[in-house]
């Protein structure tokens, strides 16, 4: 593994051979024609979300037009370029404070440039930011105490009606202009044509709203210069939130008051290309680097596509979104990998997938995953589910309307679509849910259990869970549970299992979360899988029976058996699970047996779980618990070989 970690810092310029991981090489060149041959004075806002890619873009401008800002003297670039961050300038700073030093920033960058290009021409320059720290800040300082809260633009208006200080800020601006001016007619007249500055203000969207506003202004009114270009990382919703001290809450009727004012300011907007990124070489170039995909796996098409899928359905294109879901898969890899440091087994593409899934689902959707971790096996989610999760009822005209889309139309999607209508967000994004979830399905493979599989994935994720718990839970290692548990109960079965079980082994020798003994030959034909999970203040032992079941030749199982004429062997069935809970007290179904199955890949599938409730890990692996579980199990596999038969006949009478 090279790196555990993704670093959320903006790219830097590399060069115009730099690697376009996102794919947005078009637009940043479209920008630099743009600004190229654009007349000026002109403003360009880059607008998008945090972590979009604002300052990496600006990044690539700058060194595109500018060069490197430090090598002045051998400048062979079109613009000078001038840098400024906003929020360090705000920062222990007052309002009025950030203002003057934003100002006399870019001043004293154009001076610096000017002077260090022609020797002398830069005092006029210097003698005028002298003047504006003398007079402008006293009074921007008078000004804000006065009206601080008139709203954004009064510090520059009221600036304006004061003779001294108008003076002063006229000057300086006029003075700039000249020497601007005059220092690209001296590069023309040295063989050495500019274009013109770049000014590049980054981080508006970090400091107050009011604050950023103001300095939209006061960059408007000093800077809107010939042959200045400013491009500013700044949001047309960062704008409206400075304006509401001045004009309310947003409106339909004052939108247009809004609007004007970032017109005024901005003369070419231009939003991050987020929804265009294409993102499957930035996520197979990382998760190759953190050591989650292999070589091989990282050239397999089909695992590119359901990675961005996923991405796509959650966490979206954001690179700093995609950054912070890189370094959680990375911990929860290390993690895995630790659990059992000898065991050199392959990762299967479909859990490796999954697991991933998971992880965005835990990102994006934290209320979605919170009821994963209740109950992991998402197509058996129901109203008994629902009352868990205090979701309201569905009347039936919402069910019968939900039921004709694609998304919702099977009990465990209306589940999700529930969840989801509780908070706005995820009602926003509830279509994109269940398809996300419905990927996930198709991964599974023929003949295993999808809630196994959820079960072992979620017990790894949720290291990096962030959920409030009402009552803590206990803490257990549950690898070491599960194999001192099968360890000790596989001699007991080993002996007491006879036919129609000859063989008892144990079927995977990797236990991380979930433990398999297996009763036939042939792989994960006829198992039960283990599964241990603290509950508040006790510890449950699921065993699970999950046979590859009954073919579909109808609408229901129930409909399936009655045309077979197999109803009162079902019935009989049925009534012997019911028995097997009156005889183990401590045992319970987590539904009825055979009332509630799964339907999947063209089968009638019942999942058969049971719940075994213990005080504490220790007692599972005592002498009385192994006992007492490998009574229940016996008598569990009892019952499921009167299952198997009912199969056999199942099947019997179809062929």
């Not at 001045?246 to 809004?258: A, S």
Request: hydrophobic letters at 40%.
């Amino acid at each position: 593994m090279n790196t555990s970690s993704i670093v959320d810092i903006p790219k830097r310029a590399f060069g115009p051979n730099s690697e376009d991981l996102f794919g947005i090489n078009k637009y940043e060149k479209g920008l630099i024609k743009f600004i190229s041959n654009a007349d000026t004075p002109i403003t360009i806002a880059i607008q998008g979300e945090w972590g979009s890619g604002k300052t990496s873009l600006m990044n690539s401008l700058q060194n595109s037009l500018c060069g490197d800002l430090n090598n002045i003297k051998s400048h062979d670039k079109d613009f000078y370029g001038i840098w400024v961050n906003t929020w360090q300038y705000s920062l222990m700073n007052s309002q009025e404070e950030t203002l003057v030093s934003i100002v006399t920033s870019i001043s004293t960058q154009i001076m610096s440039i000017i002077s260090t290009r022609h020797e002398g021409a830069g005092q006029k320059i210097k003698n005028s930011v002298f003047n504006f720290l003398e007079r402008g800040t006293k009074a921007v300082a008078k000004l804000a105490a006065e009206k601080v809260v008139d709203g954004a633009g009064d510090v520059v208006d009221a600036l304006m009606d004061r003779e001294k200080a108008n003076q002063t800020i006229k000057g300086l601006r006029d003075d700039l202009q000249s020497a601007i001016t005059d220092c690209l007619e001296k590069d023309a007249s040295n063989g050495q044509s500019k274009k013109g500055f770049l000014f590049f203000i980054d981080d508006l969207d970090r400091i107050d709203p009011p604050a950023a506003v103001q300095i939209l202004e006061l960059l408007k009114n000093i800077f809107d210069l010939e042959k200045c270009v400013f491009i500013l990382a700044i949001d047309y919703d960062v704008v409206v939130k400075g304006l509401k001290p001045k004009f309310g809450e947003l409106t339909d009727k004052n939108e247009r008051e809004f609007r004007s004012f970032f017109d005024k300011i901005i003369q070419m907007p231009f939003s991050m290309p987020v929804a265009s990124y294409s993102i499957d070489t930035f996520l197979i170039q990382n998760l190759q680097k953190i050591g989650y995909l292999s070589e091989s796996k990282a050239n397999e098409s089909s695992i590119a596509h359901y990675l961005s899928t996923f991405c796509s359905l959650s966490v979206g294109t954001n690179p700093r979104s995609l950054k912070r879901l890189l370094n959680t898969v990375s911990l929860i890899n290390i993690i895995s990998n630790e659990e059992d440091p000898g065991d050199n087994l392959p990762e299967e593409d479909f859990r490796l997938l999954m697991n991933f899934a998971l992880i965005c689902i835990q990102i994006a959707y934290p209320a979605v995953y919170k009821a994963l971790s209740i109950e992991g096996d998402f197509k058996s989610w129901d109203e008994n589910m629902a009352r868990q999760l205090k979701l309201r009822e569905l009347n039936e005209l919402e069910k019968s309307k939900l039921k004709e889309s694609e998304e919702f139309d099977e009990e465990w999607e209306q589940i999700i679509f529930r969840i989801c209508e509780r908070d706005t967000y995820l009602s926003n994004r509830a279509v994109q849910i269940s398809q996300l979830f419905n990927q996930m399905f198709k991964l599974v493979p023929e003949g295993q259990d999808l809630g196994n599989i959820m079960s072992e994935l979620l017990t790894l994720s949720s290291v990096t869970d962030v959920q409030a718990y009402d009552k803590p839970k206990q803490a257990i290692n549950k690898g070491k549970v599960l194999k001192q548990f099968t360890d000790d109960i596989l001699p007991q079965l080993k002996k007491r299992l006879k036919d129609p079980w000859p063989v008892v082994r144990r079927q995977s020798r990797r236990i991380v979360s979930n433990a398999y003994i297996s009763y036939s030959k042939k792989d994960w034909n006829d198992c039960v899988g283990f599964s241990v999970e603290p509950v508040k203040d006790y510890i449950v032992l699921y065993a699970w029976y999950h046979p590859w079941a009954f073919k579909v030749i109808g609408n229901s199982l129930l409909e399936d058996i009655e045309s077979l004429d197999l109803r009162s062997e079902y019935e009989s069935l049925k009534q012997d699970y019911k028995d097997f809970i009156t005889r183990h007290k401590n045992v319970s179904f987590r539904y009825t047996p055979l009332e509630k199955s799964n339907t999947a890949k063209g089968y009638h599938v019942p999942l058969l779980t049971l719940q075994i409730v213990f005080n504490g890990a220790e007692e599972i692996v005592q002498n009385e618990g192994i006992e007492n579980s490998a009574n229940i199990i016996i008598d569990f596999m009892d019952q499921n070989a009167k299952l198997k038969k009912l199969m056999n006949q199942y099947a019997s009478k179809l062929s």
